[in-house]
């Protein structure tokens, strides 16, 4: 076996002041609340009230033209427990920019759908998953567990084994899935 | 006018249909959707005037079971969902997760990834191939294609002894040296490959049924692709020249010679020659990385219990779909606190109500065959 390479230290995020931050933050002001580099990708942490304002800015000035993916993380002792999360991507300029915004249990979330139409799937996904409700989603159903559905799969509380047995009886006529 | 509103509410069936247009409903059992893909059409005629993908059948929540698996354990389970394509699943995540660790694998496991990624690529495409222009009507393609796809499941199932839900590498590196005669394989392979693609083109390119039916039907614009987060040949097809393996390079690819083949229409002609010619790409890859695969370890070291620090990455690779993507959340213990898979062919799939409008209904299994999905991933 060959010599272990020399440990690195395990990275830890770094503040991020780069110039996108700078304008962001002479822009939005507040709602910028955080910055930071994790494993040197730039995470900035928006507020939600301002979600479809900054999208708007990052496709128009700054150039961020496609919405990559968007999904959510749930931490339910955290008093929001929504972490909104979109990746964007600037084909200009070879850039990725991850915005966060936070969201508790029953606040709507700006729908981004008119800023990038791929926003409309990945809405419905991350409100058939965790059951984030996004405002102004043209059509904000669930996309991959049928309608009638009950719960939200990915949420930290829906434990794994769980179902919603009403559905499952009703609609395949057996007791479980499991 | 008379006006039918029809029960089982969705977004297709609630629309108020005119006294001409009906509702036709394809799938979820229909062999030319590729897996269990429900559409809904509403027709005028022979025209589609929208139309509704209805998806989920295969949904398995890959991702809420990377949360009950470590890290290693979770590594299989990504192999099923595009499972033509399993090798390629692979590598992002173990790349992703290596990211995450702040590791990497050694520079002989990268090229042998590279080269598995590559073939891998080529059989994805030959199964795209052969069914879509088996949709179409082209009854010979398919067993050409497979007929090589063999022979690179042959090449896959002797170095790690799967032929589709592979599991091929390991978070760090490979698990398996290559075997005896690995290099003159591949080599022989892609030698042969060259010939066999000109067989495929001789019947299909300037095959006057072909590009009828291929020409013009499902043009997606370059700004319509790039708004609705398209990606892969798709993208490409479109004009628009991006790659992630040149844009953002990973595993080997920055070592070897290669071009991004694109499209101008953005019409299901243009991606069958952007796919055609990808093909032709990765075989210049494999043969440059098959003369010079570099000897040393095969895995690095990276411990058999793995806590990444407390953190989050999004990493992505270039699939033969188009962006794979895994964001992969660590609270520092042992199994991730969040994986989220950014499918390529789910994100693709969006764009089909845009390429479908106002096309014939013979046409929307051209487009769907074009897009190339795989149901595994749609639904994941």
Redesign the interface.
Known sequence: MPAAPAKEPPPKPIPLDNDLVQRLKARFGEAIREAWLDRKQAIVVIAAEKLLEIAHYCREDEKFDMLTDLTAVDWPKREKRFDVILNLYSFAKNERLRLKALAGENEPVASVVSVWPAANWLEREAYDMFGISFSGHPDLRRILLPEEWQGHPLRKDYDILKQDTAWVKENLGIESGQ | MAETRIPN???VATTVLGADEIILNMGPQHPSTHGVLRVRLKLDGERVRESECI??YL?R?V???A??RSYQQFAPYVDRMDYVAAVSNGLGYCEAIE??L?AEAPPRAKVVRTILTELQRIASHMVWLGTHALDIGALTPIFYCFREREEILKIIEKYCGARLTTHAFRIGGLQYETYDGFEQEVKRFCEDLDHKIDEYEQLLTENRIWVGRTKGVGILSAE?A????VTGPVLRASG?K?DIRK??PYAAYEQYDFEIPTGKNGDTYDRYLVRMAEMRQSRRICLQAIENIPS??IM??IGKVLKP?V????H?IEAPKG?L?Y?V?SDATTQP??V?V?PPS??NL?AFDKMVRGSLVADVVAIIGTIDIVLGEV??
């Open positions: 509410s969705s977004n998806i989920g949904h929540g991702e809420k079971i949360e009950h990211k995450l702040g319509d790039i708004g609705l987060g628009v991006w844009a953002m040393g370890p690095a070291r620090p953190g989050e990455v999004y992505s962006e993507g964001y959340v606190y969040r989220r950014r789910f994100i969006q639904d994941r």
